[in-house]
């Protein structure tokens, strides 16, 4: 005798499970295998096609049998071997079981299956089979079972699958079926089990499905199938499983269903019900799971339910239930589950639900619930998930909570809950996530929370929570977000922060913390959000925040930050946000921002930045919201005078820039009048401030200030005599309602202020009349106050500018020409051997020696002495050899 198993799966996808059925087939075992009759040949055609039409060559996982030597005309091994082709099962010399589940079959099914008139089972599920169901299964008489579950099948479910016969077990889930159900599965009068889950099946529940008297599981859910619940469903007595859930079902629920007395699951969950929750569902005491969530069910919540003595989940959330939660639930001892949350429930927490001692899981929130919390919840010692958040609780948390040791999940958060934080939540070693924001809690942060190793989820956030940060929560290094935002927390950012290295947003906003950045926190490289806005933080920003390569969000503004922005943080090439603004920061911006491509907004408004815009910020293509303003920032780059114009066209108009056309006029040799052109921003209050320098440069020392942006000249007084000065001007603007610093431009060009009679290179000249623009640089037409010969054609500038205007007038030589007749020789060689520097006289030759002027100059003889020779100097080597 050969025993051979076959195991087949009939999954239920809303739980996971798999029913799990195994067939012993007792096949006669002979040797040889001629002791079998052939099977008659459409049997054997329906084979082949069924191996070729899924690609049996390339696709199946196990074949054997099917090819085996030696091979028959048809390419398959010799009639009567079929009992040994994997899969397959002959019973008087018919096929009655096909097998290959999970075999990887793929392709279509062939029609052909229909001539297996003797087939039991069809069991093709797990597998990759694609195309429609055929008609022709439905001829067959015979079938117990057809599972075609878990595959890629498309198309309308046959209507001749409902032929009349002796199907019990009828499995199409986890495929893509579409159409409607059709009502004549209601003749299957043998059928058990009826998985028509996850597909898109479309139209209602056919009533006729009422007519399974013998069915017991009935999966339709996770479809699209639409209307009302058939009350006909009622008659299924012998019913101990209904998925109905994950549709788009209306109406209410039927009465009619509480005659399923040996219901054990009610899945009706994720529709469009309405209507109350009958209250004759309290009849189905066999019930396990009830399941009603996510509808539209609306009224109170049945009493009749606390008679569900076996109940081990009652979700009802997400629904329009009123009405207090019934006191007597505390009686469903075999509970939990218990999930209630997103509804509109009023009044208090039964103290009764503290009885509930096998319950894992409470979801009340999202209701109205009032009142305080009952202290008998700390008898759930079983309870892992406490969901309390979103209500009108009031009073303290109650201290036997500590005793929840088995708790995961705590969620108290947005309800009116005060007092302190109890220290001994630091006992609960497993808790992974504590939500406590939205409350009234004050006092301290207990210490004792750093005992939380597990913890990954700390909200503290809007409380009135004071008292500095515990240095002990560096040690939750399993921590993922902390918010402790919106209180009154003061003290310095403990820089055991640093330590959490899981961390991904640390959010410490709406607090009055102080002190400086800790540069540890640069340590956090999982961190995708740091927002420390709004405190008291002073200091520089840590130029460790630019290892922060995660981050997306940097929110640093309305501090007291100053220094400089560090260049690093143009590395941070994921950030998305970075808003400084309200600050002190000083310096430029960095040239490196105009790296970070991903960035959208950009804050640094209400600083005192000044220097030139790097260019390189057009680079920013993704950069919708820029504000710069109130800064003393500018460019003169067209290109990103427009970038900058398109995101922010009010840039330039608040910025404090130097002014212009800075110049002095003298009033005595001791006092200077400054004057300048007002700058154009004049929007919020300033002023100017008028430094000045004995050298050129600076550094500069401030003389004075002025009030009033519109002011255009300051009289600088008792200055030092014979001694030149530098003077500068800045714009200032005054703190106002955008900006709490003062901002200081750049300085202005400088202006010199030369002593009346000064002569620096004694030229002849004074200083103030060489530098006509009094800007301490040699502009073009000026001769130098540094240098009495500024063309170096040997005669003081003074010599030649008699005048000492500037202008080459009638008879002057030209101090910033050493050639002025342009005759090849110097002005002051001229005048040395008595010839005119405004004639040229190149040509002539005054000592009839036979060298003209100019020779003799080149020659360095003298032009008046025919006797004179070259010097023994090397020069006059090429001039002998010219001659």
């Not at 070729?52 to 074949?63: C, F, H, I, L, Y």
């Not at 049998?65 to 082709?85: C, I, Q, R, V, Y």
């Not at 899969?87 to 290959?100: A, F, P, R």
């Not at 009055?512 to 959000?529: C, D, H, K, M, R």
Request: a negative charge; glycine letters at 10%; one cysteine or more.
């Amino acid at each position: 005798m050969n025993l051979q198993y076959s195991i087949l799966f009939c999954r239920d996808t809303h739980h996971g499970k798999r029913f799990l059925i195994l067939f012993i087939f007792l096949l006669l075992s002979a040797i040889p295998f001629t002791a079998y009759g052939d099977i008659p040949d459409p049997e054997r055609e329906a084979l082949v096609a069924l191996y070729d039409a899924t690609d049996g060559n390339n696709s199946w996982t196990n074949k054997s049998g099917w090819k085996d030597a030696p091979l028959h005309a048809d390419g398959f091994s010799m009639p009567g071997t079929e009992n040994t082709w994997y899969g397959v099962t002959i019973e008087n010399d018919h096929v009655i079981n096909i097998v290959l589940n999970n075999n990887r079959l793929s392709g279509e099914l062939p029609v052909s299956l229909g001539n297996l008139t003797s087939l039991k089972i069809l069991s093709l599920s797990y597998n990759q089979l694609t195309g429609v169901i055929p008609t022709q299964l439905g001829t067959i008489s015979s079938l117990t079972e057809i599972l075609l579950n878990n595959n890629r099948l498309t198309g309308s479910i046959p209507a001749s699958l409902g032929t009349p016969g002796n199907l019990y077990r009828l499995c199409l889930n986890d495929n893509l079926l579409t159409g409607p159900i059709p009502k004549e599965l209601g003749n299957l009068s043998n059928l058990f089990q009826l998985y028509l889950n996850n597909n898109i099946l479309t139209g209602t529940i056919p009533k006729e499905l009422g007519s399974l008297n013998k069915l017991d599981q009935l999966y339709l859910n996770n479809n699209l199938i639409t209307g009302s619940i058939p009350p006909e469903l009622g008659n299924l007595t012998n019913l101990y499983q209904l998925y109905l859930n994950n549709n788009e079902l209306t109406d209410s629920i039927p009465e009619d269903l509480n005659e399923l007395t040996n219901l054990y699951q009610l899945y009706l969950n994720n529709n469009q019900l309405t209507g109350n929750i009958p209250s004759a569902l309290g009849s189905l005491t066999n019930l396990r799971d009830l399941v009603l969530s996510s509808n539209q069910l609306s009224g109170p919540i049945p009493v009749e339910l606390i008679n569900l003595i076996n109940l081990q989940q009652l979700l009802l959330n997400n629904n329009e239930l009123t009405g207090s939660i019934p006191t007597d639930l505390g009686s469903l001892t075999n509970l939990l589950k218990l999930s209630l949350n997103n509804n509109q429930l009023t009044g208090s927490i039964p103290s009764g639900l503290g009885s509930l001692n096998k319950l894992i899981g409470l979801w009340l929130y999202s209701n109205g619930l009032s009142g305080e919390i009952p202290s008998s919840l700390g008898n759930l010692t079983n309870l892992m998930y406490l969901y309390l958040h979103d209500n009108q609780l009031t009073g303290s948390i109650p201290t036997s909570l500590v005793n929840l040791v088995n708790l995961f999940t705590l969620y108290l958060n947005n309800n009116k809950l005060e007092g302190s934080i109890p220290a001994g939540l630091g006992s609960l070693a497993n808790l992974k996530i504590l939500s406590m924001g939205y409350n009234q809690f004050d006092n301290t942060i207990p210490q004792e929370l750093g005992n939380l190793s597990n913890l990954t989820d700390l909200y503290l956030n809007n409380n009135t929570l004071t008292g500095s940060i515990p240095g002990t929560l560096g040690g939750l290094t399993s921590l993922k977000n902390l918010y402790l935002n919106d209180n009154g927390l003061t003290g310095s950012i403990p820089s055991e922060l640093g330590n959490l290295t899981k961390l991904q947003n640390l959010i410490l906003y709406n607090n009055e913390l102080s002190g400086s950045i800790p540069s540890q926190l640069g340590n956090l490289s999982n961190l995708t959000a740091l927002i420390l806005r709004d405190n008291q933080l002073t200091g520089s920003i840590p130029s460790e925040l630019g290892n922060l390569t995660k981050l997306e969000y940097l929110y640093l503004y309305n501090n007291g930050l100053s220094g400089s922005i560090p260049s690093g943080l143009g590395s941070l090439s994921k950030l998305k946000y970075l808003i400084l603004y309200n600050n002190a920061l000083t310096g430029t911006i960095p040239s490196t921002l105009g790296s970070m491509t991903n960035l959208q907004y950009l804050y640094l408004y209400g600083n005192k930045l000044t220097g030139t815009i790097p260019s390189n910020l057009t680079a920013l293509g993704n950069l919708s919201n820029l504000i710069i303003r109130y800064n003393a920032l500018h460019t003169s780059n067209s290109g990103l005078i427009t970038f900058l114009n398109n995101r922010d066209p009010l840039w330039a108009n608040a910025q404090t820039v130097a002014p212009t056309e800075v110049t002095t006029g003298d009033v005595t040799e001791s006092t200077v009048v400054v004057q300048w052109s007002p700058v154009t921003y004049t929007a919020d209050p300033g002023g100017y401030i008028v430094s000045y320098s004995t050298s050129h440069g600076g550094p500069y020392t401030s003389f004075g200030t002025v009030d009033g942006k519109s002011t255009t000249q300051l009289e600088v007084t008792g200055l030092a005599v014979n001694t030149t000065y530098y003077l500068t001007v800045q714009a200032y603007t005054a703190p106002h309602n955008y900006n709490q610093n003062t901002v200081v431009s750049d300085y202005s060009q400088e202006t010199v202020h030369y002593p009346a009679l000064k002569d620096t290179d004694g030229d002849g000249i004074p200083d103030g009349d060489e530098d006509a623009n009094r800007n301490g640089v040699v502009d073009p037409g000026e001769t130098d106050p540094g240098n009495a010969d500024t063309d170096g054609d040997g005669i003081f500038d003074g010599v030649e500018d008699v005048n000492h205007n500037g202008v080459v007038d009638s008879g002057e030589t030209d101090p910033l020409d050493s050639d002025t007749d342009d005759d090849g020789m110097p002005d002051g060689w001229e005048i040395q051997y008595g010839f005119d520097p405004l004639v040229n006289d190149a040509d002539e030759d005054e000592d009839n020696d036979g060298y003209s002027n100019l020779k003799e100059y080149q020659r360095r003889t003298d032009p008046l002495d025919s006797n004179s020779h070259p010097s023994k100097g090397m020069p006059w080597l090429p001039l002998l050899l010219e001659d």
